[in-house]
């Protein structure tokens, strides 16, 4: 077990496995707010989804409706478990502020130190709460 | 953080719940961003219009219904619906109505619905150094690089929360510090007649936004006083190959007269670029090289008056033998003759755009662009493949009804 701590962008918990996406991803146009999958046929990761997981994202590049896309994943129940950053990103931060304030639930998401993004590793069981990670 | 009184207590509701919501949404998001305070902004555009599920025509709603109103003048971006040419958008009723809801909603809460992403064509124009909160990647790219003012990469719903309460964080590009070039991107090693093509803006941009992402480029050796178009098509490209909010253009942008203006006379690292990078950057734009083409999209950004003059003068009363969508400002088509260009097969469309509602045929097929950000979103957004071309390759290809593209400038 490894405990890690992050700095809180947007506070909240899940659980589930972690899905690392280290090419540079947009929501909007890259994930179908219907399925929660990455629809970018160009991105390395086509076709996986989002919903339930833990996923470490290491960029996010592109539209600037990505807060869209992820309010529309929460709204729908189908929103990844937490998200786990590499670099702050507003954009996608605003659409779980949207979904809070909307009362639709909260998404935890956090920014990792480079160090501790790196042990974000496909498939490891974990767990996020408040500020803290929780590698299985 | 710290909020002013004024603004702790509009957060507290003192002017309404929307106010508040809005003013949440600002602090919170400054915060995060490790912003020390707000700043009052001039203008908004606002790109949180287009549906993209029930959830954002909610928020829209909760704000109307709460009686908000924006606090600075505010453009919007483009929605899900045509509203000049209903019979083009072929959403369910559930689409149509929903986006047709969240598109009053914007209205109710007092923004100009100019259904556009190229406001800065249509009139909203802010002064070069002044403030401002602008979604839309595009718009931001051009606001902060061609007009000089400055803005930070506003997201859907933190748009209509500035312009609500006309403020935003003070961070990020907002501060001339930020606005300094870091990388010098000589393009001297490309042959000038490349350098002066069209066609060769949308390739360069899609090289910046994936090489140099949030840095801020000054790019020089291009011909000096490059139109607006071009830098609206570069500025588009780089904003959705990556997270370019501004570039500098030496001897075009307002901040750029010198490269040391640009550089704010601080280092900056320098990329030559070669045709072999370039080459590979066009390469990236395409999903298919051969095979039929089914038709052709114009317009992302919005065409301009210049551009639809030149799509009228390379077609020269000629057919097209394929679909060519043109998508532009509904305040264009209004007072424009367009005929011509639909007589000969063309089809105007306003208030939305092709890679962002469901118009084409859903078939699958390829299309093919002079818009690299059309090349960029249209594999995934659309299922179809793409071909990116200069605008008289779409013409040529369109009136011969098979793909022609001119080689001898990438060569």
């Not at chain 1, 496909?122 to 408040?130: D, K, L, Q, S, Y």
Request: net charge negative; hydrophobic share 40%.
């Amino acid at each position: 077990m490894t405990a890690l701590s992050g700095e809180m962008l947007v506070a909240g918990k899940g659980t589930g496995t972690i899905l690392r996406v280290d090419h540079a991803l947009s929501f909007w146009g890259g994930v179908d707010p219907k399925t929660a999958r990455i629809t970018d046929p160009r991105h390395p990761r086509h076709n996986e989804c989002l919903t339930g997981r833990v996923v470490a994202l290491a960029e996010l590049r592109g539209s600037s409706s990505s807060s869209a896309v992820l309010l529309e994943l929460i709204h729908a129940k189908i929103a990844p478990a937490a998200i786990l950053l590499r670099d702050t990103d507003a954009i996608l931060a605003l659409g779980a502020l949207v979904a809070r304030e909307m009362g639709y639930g909260d998404l935890a998401m956090l920014k990792m130190s480079r160090d501790d993004f790196a042990l974000l590793v496909e498939g490891r069981h974990a767990h996020v709460e408040g500020p803290r990670v929780v590698l299985d | 953080m710290d909020l002013s009184p004024d603004e702790r207590r509009i957060a507290e509701g003192a002017e309404g719940p929307a106010k508040a919501m809005s003013m949440r949404l600002v602090a919170e998001t400054g915060r995060l961003l490790g912003a020390p305070r707000l700043l009052t902004v001039a203008s908004a555009h606002v790109d949180g219009c287009l549906y993209h599920g029930d959830s954002g025509t909610h928020f829209a709603e909760r704000l109307a219904a709460d009686r908000g109103r924006v606090a600075v003048p505010t453009t919007l971006n483009v929605g899900a619906l045509d509203m000049l040419h209903p019979d083009r958008v072929k959403g369910d009723a559930h689409h149509r109505e929903m986006a047709g809801r969240m598109m009053r909603a914007y209205e109710q809460l007092g923004c100009r619905p100019t259904w556009t992403c190229a406001p800065y064509q249509a009139g909203h124009r802010p002064a070069l150094g002044t403030d401002v909160a602008w979604g839309e990647s595009n718009a931001v790219a051009f606001c902060n690089s061609v007009l000089g003012a400055r803005t930070n990469r506003y997201g859907d719903f933190l748009d209509i929360a500035c312009a609500l309460v006309g403020r935003a964080p003070d961070y990020g590009l907002h501060r001339k510090e930020n606005r300094r070039a870091t990388v010098i991107v000589d393009t001297s090693g490309l042959s000038p007649a490349l350098r002066d093509a069209d066609v060769f803006y949308p390739v360069l941009g899609t090289w910046l936004g994936a090489v140099i992402g949030s840095e801020i480029a000054a790019i020089t050796g291009l011909p000096p006083g490059q139109n607006e178009d071009r830098l609206k098509a570069l500025g588009a490209a780089a904003a959705s190959a990556g997270a370019v909010g501004l570039f500098h253009v030496v001897g075009s942008t307002p901040e750029a007269p010198t490269l040391a203006a640009a550089t704010q006379g601080g280092t900056a690292r320098t990329i030559r670029l070669t045709p072999e990078m370039i080459r590979a950057a066009r390469d990236r734009l395409s999903t298919a090289s051969e095979g039929a083409i089914d038709c052709i999209a114009l317009g992302s950004p919005h065409f301009s008056e210049g551009e639809m003059s030149e799509l009228r003068r390379l077609a020269a009363g000629r057919r097209f033998r394929m679909p060519v969508y043109v998508c532009t400002r509904r305040d264009l088509v209004e007072k424009s003759d367009l005929s011509d260009l639909e007589d000969a097969g063309a089809v105007i469309v306003a208030d939305t755009c092709v890679v962002v509602t469901p118009i084409l045929p859903d078939t699958g097929g390829t299309l093919m662009t002079n818009s690299g950000k059309f090349a960029h979103y249209g594999p995934a957004n659309l299922g179809y493949d793409v071909v990116y071309g200069s605008l008289a390759d779409c013409v040529e290809t369109a009136v011969e009804g098979r793909l022609l593209r001119a080689e001898a400038l990438w060569r």
